[in-house]
């Protein structure tokens, strides 16, 4: 595809996807940062126009371009609320492709950027590298010690409030999994599926990708953890490096290629390898590639709920509100089942929270590149989370971190969980009841 307008490279933002917005404005209330701002060019309808006018050369890549377009949370509740289904953020991620390439990004900002992006990520054993140097942090008194001394003061206010939320490194299961093959069903198999481990998942949030596994197991799939899968790309693609968002896809599709079914469990992930043929659209051998991969591609909740999964039987007795993530709710449509699986684990008391499925601010590294923003549209968020919930339930990592910020800010006590932990936590309860009843009889 050549280049379009003031759109001077190839992947330009594609004019199918604006050609359909008549401008009816029935998005703005939709979108956190017009909400914010009250200003027409941070609303969806502003910025499909101003793209729309550097497509059309009556506008410029400059900084006036760049602010409304890096500053949208790429959160897509504008295309729930559009009539037309107008796909704005696959037009910012375009155009943000199109920015990066006019102005990249340079000192600081350009070598952090650089950094992670390129050098971090895309490495799955120097993000594990990185997940040691942090649980040596944790586990040394280091970090209790740069708390008390308040060392953490050096960093930025809201890098200092990100270390504060830090969950607990735990073992990779990528690392723990290595070279054991198949993790076999409990009982019969009636599948094989493929787990995607994820970047910040796998780092941080390791015990929620074992209890993916046992879930998934319990319910009688086979899981196998490819090794050659990477990082989904979606952080590179949220920043306009849809180069290194292609490799990236690449290098999965060929990871992925013997698997029926791909299990993830964070919603941006999963989104972004739903979303894999946009990378493609100049490049038709790929694209079919990628449309066969994406058809594989599911969300465990969304998993579980399609193929039937064993109801808990133990109550856990707790309140509980769920979040929709962005990329679950307004990016894959999948709203009804996780809340399905909470509301049947027994004991469990779910709670609608107001505006569930508005963003929390997180919106991938959003909230460390715009972080006053990112703090107002959380501070909206909390304040729509039920007082009287014991814990907020909701499918990505990325919100999991950002909400757990907004309940120590706020004052809250709830506690942040993943869907399918919860899920897990009843099924512990059931085998330990098993068990007991087992060791009853036996004595007996
Ligand atoms: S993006 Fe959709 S809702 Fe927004 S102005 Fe255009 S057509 Fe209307
Ligand atoms: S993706 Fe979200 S932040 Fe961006 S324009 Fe749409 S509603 Fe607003």
Redesign the pocket.
Known sequence: MKALGNFKWSDPPDESKWADCVHCGM?LE?????EITGQEQH??RG?VYLIKSVAEGRLEVNEQFMDPVFK???????TTACPADVN??GL?EEARGQIRQAMPLTGVKGFVGKMFLEKVFPYPNRLQSLGSLMKIYQKSGLQKLARSARLVRVLPKHLAEMESILPEVGVPVRRKYQGAGVIRARGEARNTVALLTGCIMDVMFSDINEATIRVLTRNGHNVTIPQGQTCCGALHVHAGDRETGRKLAKQNIEAFKDASVVIVNAAGCGSMLKEYPELFREDPEWREKAEEFSAKVRDIAEYLFDTGYEKPKSEMRCRVTYHDACHLAHGQGIRREPRQILSGIPGVELVEMPNADR?CGSAGVYNITHPEMAGAVLESKMKNVPADVEMISMGNPGCMLQMALGVKKYGGNQKIVHTVQLLDWAYQKDDERAAEKTGQGGGG
């Open positions: 998005c939709s979108c956190p940062t017009y609303s969806p910025r949208c949370l790429d959160c897509r509740a504008c704005v953020g910012i963003c």
